[in-house]
């Protein structure tokens, strides 16, 4: 049985329909209006080998904010769909070069949310199509609704482009190694929260 979701979410700021599937290929649609967004979501959803589909209407009028943070939070919420009833090895790590840049990601799908990131200073960048300090957001908004402890680290970089996908590479690889299936509840509780 294939270990899918989908969701839809709207609010006065966004209307998002999402769906995933964790036991993909890596094969995407994605349009959230934010190219460069897109383009990130893309190489998560290819180095994570979940398939993912995702159309968002935001208020890009105002900024990217909104669509982003809540492309975090339903994509959130559909990992721990998916995953729901499953035992996964919980734990992934990963670190992604992207020429000058290097980027760690180590996480705990474990059902406690708990975000520790440090961009390297990617928040006082602003590169054209997207706003550095939104990595964060997205990376919160989604490590709270999918209850996984993430730790992400942009270890260093000076191309606000590279270090960006760095992280959302690693974050993929980690992702893909943290929702892979297990034969057994990776605790010795007997279960994840």
Excluded: W
């Excluded at 105002?62 to 998916?82: F, P, Q």
């Excluded at 799908?109 to 939104?134: E, H, N, T, W």
């Excluded at 980690?174 to 057994?184: M, T, V």
């Amino acid at each position: 049985m294939k270990r899918e979701a989908f969701l839809e979410r709207t609010t006065k700021e966004t209307s998002i329909s999402l769906y995933l599937c964790l036991d993909g290929s890596g094969k995407t649609e994605i349009d959230t209006g934010i190219g460069f967004f897109d383009h990130m979501l893309t190489a998560l959803a290819f180095h994570g080998r979940f398939d993912l589909k995702l159309k968002a209407l935001g208020d890009l009028a105002v900024d990217m904010h909104h669509t982003v943070e809540d492309v975090g939070i339903l994509l959130g919420k559909a990992l721990a769909e998916a995953a729901k009833g499953t035992a996964v090895r919980r734990y992934g790590t990963a670190f992604v070069p992207m020429d000058e840049a290097l980027a760690r990601t180590v996480l705990d799908v474990s059902g406690r949310s708990f975000l520790c990131f440090d961009g390297a200073g990617i928040d006082q960048k602003y590169f054209p199509g997207f706003d550095g300090a939104l990595v964060a957001e997205f990376l919160r908004a989604l490590s709270s609704n999918a209850g996984i402890t993430l730790h992400s680290k942009i270890e260093y970089g000076s191309n606000a482009h590279h270090m960006t996908e760095a992280c959302f590479k690693s974050l993929g690889q980690a992702l893909r190694q943290g929702y892979a299936p297990s034969e057994e509840v990776m605790s010795t509780k007997g279960l994840l929260d």
